[in-house]
C-alpha cells in the first residue's frame, strides 16, 4: 500500500482483505481463509456479526458521542453488564478505546493509591505499547523470571519459603499487576499457587491487584476473564480486544473500595472519547451474545478437545516441543533445533492452504487464538492440513 505506513514488523502476506464472514475472511480475488487469529485476538464472535453490526447501526441513529459532561442510559446500562460478568456488582468502569490505554489507566490508578515506587510483575508480560507499563523501567517496576518454577518439584505448594519469592522486596511494592498468560502471544502460563501467593504478600502489604485481561478475557481461556483460574481477587481489571468483537472499545473496571479512595484524591483522567455511547452499545452486545451462545463454556469444551488433537502431533513428529494453552489460547513451540526458515515455510504453506495462523518467529511458535464461535470442522480440517504438510516438508 502506497499510503499507509506499516510500522507493525509483521510481514504482509496477501492482497486486500475485502470481507469477513464469521471465522472466514476473503480477499480481493475471492479466495477464503479461516481465521485463527481472530484479527488481532480481537473478533470473539467472527468477523462482520450481524448482532454487533445491528448493535451499531442502532444506536448510529441515535447518538455515538456525546462528551465528558453529559450522561447517557446506555453506558450504564454496558456497565452493569460489564460488572456482572465480574462478580463485581458494586464496582466502576470507565469506558476507553484501546488495551494498551485501559492497562496504562488500570496502572495510573495504582499509582495513584500507593506510596510506594514499585510495581510487580512477571518479566515476560506484555503489558501496554506506551507509557510506564510499556517501558517497564526498573524504577517503576520490578520484574519477577518465574521461569525457574516450570521445574519446581514444589510449584504446587508454592509459598513465602521460596527462595525467588524471599528475594522480593514486598515492602515498596505498590502492587501486582498480573497477565494471566498470554505473554505477548507466547501462551506461558505461570503456577496457579505462585500468583495466589504474590496475591496474599502484596495485599499484606497493602498493595492493589491489576489484572490485564485485554487479550485472556471474554471468554477466550474458557472462563470469561482469565485470573479466574487463579482464584484471586483483582482490585482493577483492564478489558480490551474481544470485548469489541473488532470494535476500538476497553474498559477498566475497579471495585468499589479502589473507587471511593480515588475518590479522596485529586486523580483526574479525560480523553476524547471516553465513555462513548456507540462502543458501550457493541459490548453490552458481545456481551448478550457471548451468554446466549453459550460461548465461555464452549470456548472450554472445543479447548481441550483441540489441545489433545495437537498433542497427537507431539508424539507422532519429533519436531515439537510441546502444545499448551487454555480454552482457545493455544500454542505448538516447535523445538530449537527447527531451522526458522522450515517454520515460516510451514507456516506460509497454510497459508496458501487458506488458514491464517499465528507465527511467533522467536519463539518458534504457531498460535491459535480463533473466534469462539469457530466451527469445529474448520478445526479439523487445519489440523489434517498441518499434518499434511509437516509431512510432506519433513
Given at each position: 500500500?502506497r499510503h499507509v ?16 464472514e ?8 475471492g ?12 473478533t ?13 447501526i442502532?444506536?448510529?441513529?441515535k447518538?455515538?458521542?456525546v462528551?465528558?459532561r ?9 456497565a452493569?453488564?460489564v460488572?456482572?460478568?465480574?462478580d463485581?456488582?458494586?464496582?466502576k468502569?470507565v469506558f476507553?478505546?484501546s ?9 495510573q490508578?495504582?499509582r495513584?493509591l ?16 506506551y507509557?510506564?507499563?510499556?517501558k517497564?523501567?526498573?524504577e ?8 525457574p518454577c516450570?521445574t ?6 508454592c509459598d513465602?519459603?521460596?527462595?525467588l519469592?524471599?528475594?522480593?522486596p514486598f515492602?515498596?511494592?505498590g ?9 505477548s ?6 503456577p496457579?499457587q ?9 495485599k499484606?502489604n497493602?498493595g ?8 485472556t478475557?471474554v471468554g ?11 482464584n484471586?481477587?483483582?482490585d482493577i481489571i ?10 476500538p472499545?476497553?474498559?477498566?473496571a ?6 471511593e ?9 479525560a480523553q ?8 458501550c ?5 458481545v456481551?448478550?451474545?457471548i451468554?446466549?451462545?453459550?460461548l465461555?463454556i ?5 479447548g ?6 495437537l ?7 519429533g519436531?515439537i516441543k510441546e ?8 500454542g505448538?513451540e ?5 531451522d526458522?526458515d522450515w517454520l515460516?515455510e510451514?507456516?506460509q ?5 487458506g488458514?491464517m495462523?499465528?507465527y511467533?518467529?522467536a ?6 487464538y480463533?473466534?469462539?464461535?469457530i466451527?469445529?470442522k ?6 489434517e ?7 510432506k516438508?519433513?
Open positions: 500500500m505506513l506499516e510500522c507493525t514488523g509483521y510481514e504482509v502476506l496477501t492482497r486486500q482483505i475485502v470481507r469477513g464469521g471465522s472466514y475472511i476473503y480477499d480481493i480475488n479466495k477464503c481463509y479461516v481465521d485463527f487469529e481472530a484479527g488481532v485476538w480481537c470473539s464472535l467472527g468477523h462482520n456479526q450481524y448482532d454487533v453490526n445491528q448493535a451499531i442502532t444506536q448510529l441513529g447518538i455515538s458521542h462528551g465528558y453529559y450522561p447517557n442510559n446506555i453506558v450504564e446500562e454496558t452493569q453488564k460488572l456482572e460478568t465480574l463485581m456488582l458494586d464496582g468502569c476507553l478505546n488495551g494498551s490505554e485501559a492497562v496504562e489507566l488500570g496502572v490508578m495504582a495513584e500507593s506510596p510506594k515506587p514499585l510495581l510487580l510483575t512477571f518479566s515476560d508480560t506484555y503489558l501496554s505499547a507509557g510506564s507499563s510499556g517497564k523501567l526498573s517503576e517496576w520490578y520484574l519477577f523470571d518465574w521461569s516450570k519446581c518439584t514444589k510449584v504446587n505448594k513465602i519459603n521460596c527462595e519469592i524471599k528475594n522480593i515492602e515498596i511494592l502492587g501486582f499487576v498480573f497477565e494471566p498468560g498470554n505473554s502471544g507466547l501462551i506461558k502460563l505461570p496457579k505462585l500468583v495466589k501467593t504474590l496475591e496474599k504478600l502484596i499484606q497493602n492493589i491487584i491489576v489484572v490485564d485481561e485485554v487479550t478475557g477466550r481461556t474458557g472462563k470469561w476473564y482469565g485470573y479466574m483460574h487463579y484471586i481477587t483483582p483492564a478489558i480490551g480486544k474481544g470485548i469489541g468483537n473488532g470494535y472499545v476497553s474498559i477498566v475497579i471495585k468499589q473500595n479502589i473507587d479512595a480515588l475518590g479522596k484524591t485529586d486523580f483526574h483522567y476524547s472519547h471516553q465513555n462513548d455511547a456507540l462502543g452499545a457493541v459490548v453490552k452486545e456481551i448478550k451474545v451468554g446466549q451462545e453459550n465461555v464452549r470456548s472450554k469444551e472445543l481441550k478437545w483441540f489441545l489433545k488433537e498433542e497427537k502431533l507431539v508424539s507422532k513428529y519436531i502444545v499448551r494453552g487454555r480454552g482457545l489460547m493455544l505448538i516447535f523445538k530449537e533445533s527447527i526458522q515460516k510451514l507456516n504453506k497454510l497459508f496458501i492452504r488458514y495462523i499465528g511467533k518467529k519463539a518458534n511458535l504457531f498460535r491459535f480463533p473466534a469462539l464461535n466451527k469445529k474448520d478445526i479439523e480440517m487445519m489440523l492440513n498441518l499434518d499434511e504438510a509437516i509431512l516438508m519433513l
